[in-house]
């Protein structure tokens, strides 16, 4: 049953991020609130359901984006990897793991995009990408971070509260 | 006699005194009289005020706090009321240019869609509509707003819809210079800009010059407005000019668009030859 707040809690993750993170751009880049709060939630102690959400967080942004599917699910999958390592390496710096996870998560999944976008025929130049979407989207990932590791630490406490009290 | 002499004596002082009254001659006792009376009424009324703002003050700023509370709450439900009216009239002013435009334009039928929401992906220049196939929307119909073209349908679900916008890097358009008579492609970029490709070094440009959709290819109807050129770059090594294209739509302010319902596209791609 605790899984099944991975619904509700992507679904409007990703309605936020497609009404109101997506327009509020730098350059051409955006944050990604979605692979924030994945991050955030695989980075906690006592989640065992980081994959599943990685899963989810793939399908939805295979159904709602125009990115070829594979690309985000992907990068979903790898992040949640990377982040449940990092977890077991850097336990005690939490902050740093989750600026560590955003730093490379995000790196992550625009080259996934890049290189599926280039695979599909968009002709995308690197430079490009990395002037007008990756460091603005990387600036403002960090701006979020903190923000969402906490928010996804309070709701870790609220679903799983008897690992927390032991 | 007696009571009447002093009878007479009192009646000639107070006569005296009235006179001498009359005549001015006690101007500067009655001054310093009326001034001392004044200040001992001021005095009086100012304690009086006082005890009674002191006995009367904390139900008085009670209920100066209470009111106060209330106009608060009503000067934010009004300030809200003015956002909602104002958010009305932008819509308002935007569906009558978008009627305008249809109107203007009787050859193709459209409906109108609200813009709720932006692709997840920043790669992506796509947006999502609120009208799907349950409207009559297909895949490939073009999408413009009253100032000109803005993309087409790229996926269709039951009520909802997504536009791949013109500046889409995976956007190409075939467009006619509208001064030049000569053909290009319009090509979108990850920055959102414009720019023309295969635009030979001898066709005319100048700054300023109109695009239209030249309908070449099927994609999109002939000469809906696409954008003017806003800057040319030749360079003799290079086979094609280097042209950017500003567009006439914002799409950054884009609320509600209109989808030309009565064009079908043309898949080209079975006859495209590839090597």
């Known amino acids: 049953m605790r899984n099944l707040i991975a619904f509700p809690v992507l679904t409007l993750a990703f309605i936020l991020q497609m009404s109101i993170v997506r327009r509020v751009t730098l350059l051409s880049g955006a944050a990604d609130l979605p692979l924030l709060l994945l991050a955030a939630w695989a980075l906690q102690e006592e989640v065992a359901s980081a994959w599943l959400w990685a899963l989810l967080a793939g399908f939805i942004s295979a159904f709602v984006s125009g990115l070829p599917p594979l690309a985000p699910l992907t990068a979903y999958l790898l992040i949640v990897g990377l982040a449940r390592l990092i977890q077991r390496q850097v336990w005690r710096l939490p902050v740093l793991a989750m600026f560590t996870v955003t730093l490379l998560g995000t790196l992550i999944l625009h080259l996934f995009s890049f290189l599926a976008l280039q695979i599909s025929g968009s002709p995308i130049s690197l430079g490009d990408t990395l002037a007008f979407i990756t460091l603005p989207g990387l600036f403002l990932n960090f701006l979020l971070a903190f923000p969402a590791y906490a928010a996804m630490r309070d709701l870790a406490t609220w679903v799983y509260p008897s690992e927390n009290l032991l | ?275």
């Open chain 2, 1 to 275: 006699m007696k009571d009447s002499a002093r009878i007479a004596i009192l009646f000639l002082i107070v006569a005296g005194i009235l006179a001498l009254a009359l005549g001015g001659y006690f101007g500067f006792i009655s001054q310093r009289f009326n001034v001392s009376l004044v200040a001992v009424q001021a005095w009086v009324s100012t304690r009086f005020v006082a005890i009674q703002e002191f006995i009367t003050l904390p139900r008085e700023s009670a209920s100066l706090i209470r009111r106060n509370a209330e106009l608060e709450a009503e000067v934010s439900r009004l300030q809200a009321q003015v956002v909602q009216y104002k958010q009305q009239v932008s819509q308002t002013e935007a569906l009558a240019a978008l009627v305008n435009f249809s109107r203007s334009n009787p050859e193709s039928s459209y409906t109108a869609a609200s813009v709720i929401g932006r692709d997840p992906s920043p790669f992506l220049h796509y947006i999502i509509i609120d009208r799907g196939s349950a409207d009559g929307l297909r895949r490939g119909m073009p999408v413009v707003t009253e100032k000109g073209l803005v993309g087409r349908i790229d996926a269709v679900i039951a009520n909802a819809a997504r536009i791949q916008l013109i500046t889409d890097p995976g956007s190409s358009v075939n467009v006619r210079l509208e001064k030049a008579g000569r053909e290009a492609a319009l090509a979108g970029s990850v920055s959102g800009d414009l720019s023309l490709e295969l635009l030979a070094q001898d066709v005319p440009v100048e700054t300023g010059d109109i695009l239209l959709t030249s309908g070449l290819g099927g994609g999109y109807p002939p000469d809906l407005i696409v954008g003017q050129v806003l800057n040319i770059r030749k360079r003799d090594s290079d086979l094609f000019q280097q042209v950017t294209i500003q567009p006439v739509v914002d799409f950054s302010a884009l609320k509600i668009v209109l989808i030309i319902t009565d064009f079908r596209p043309v898949d080209i791609t079975p006859l495209l030859q590839i090597p």
